[in-house]
């Protein structure tokens, strides 16, 4: 078993063995979490903003979120033949997928932090589809990306939904 640093490496890398370990180890939960986290508090740092615990704290509202979506997408709606998984393993490839992200910490350099930010959102995007391939056991990897991007539609569909409640409540009562 990888230690890890070698797992968060590995994830970055897009490296398929490493997101087969970390789906078949129930106890890589918290690890993954753990990048989660790290993620998140290097993305506050390197904007600047300094929110770093309302930040760490939806950042794991949307992993469980993100991943409950790509697991009722993925198995449900996108299927292969011999698709299975369940939430615990995209919670934990989900996870260490953001591992890209711990280098939003140099966002905040001048001249090449937006660079930083968007090399390093790509490269999440990436990671996270071959994370929920790896999960779902998908032999197609433009299925993983449909799944993805159905999932990032049903999200922004419900922010827009949200934000629409709180901005008709504001009208109402602000």
């Not at 292969?80 to 490839?93: F, I, M, S, W, Y």
């Not at 994370?131 to 999932?151: F, K």
Request: glycine share 14%; proline share 1%.
């Amino acid at each position: 078993m990888a230690s890890f640093m070698d797992r968060v490496v590995g994830a970055a890398k897009l490296d398929v063995r490493t997101y087969e370990e970390v789906e078949a180890d129930t106890s890589a939960t918290g690890q993954a979490m753990a990048v989660v986290v790290l993620s998140s508090v290097a993305a506050g740092i390197g904007s600047g903003e300094g929110r770093y615990i309302i930040g760490a704290i939806g950042a794991l509202v949307g992993w469980f979120v993100w991943a409950f979506l790509c697991y009722v997408i993925g198995t449900k709606l996108l299927a292969e033949a011999q698709t299975k998984g369940d939430v615990g393993e995209l919670l934990r490839t989900i996870g260490f997928a953001a591992a890209p992200g711990i280098l939003r910490v140099f966002g905040f350099l001048p001249i090449i932090g937006w660079l930083v930010m968007l090399v390093t959102g790509i490269w999440v995007l990436a990671t996270t589809v071959v994370a929920v391939r790896q999960a779902l056991d998908y032999t197609s990897t433009l299925r993983a990306v449909g799944v993805c991007i159905v999932g990032w539609l049903v999200l922004a569909v419900w922010g827009i939904f949200v934000a629409g409640l709180i901005g008709g409540g504001a009208a109402l009562f602000g």
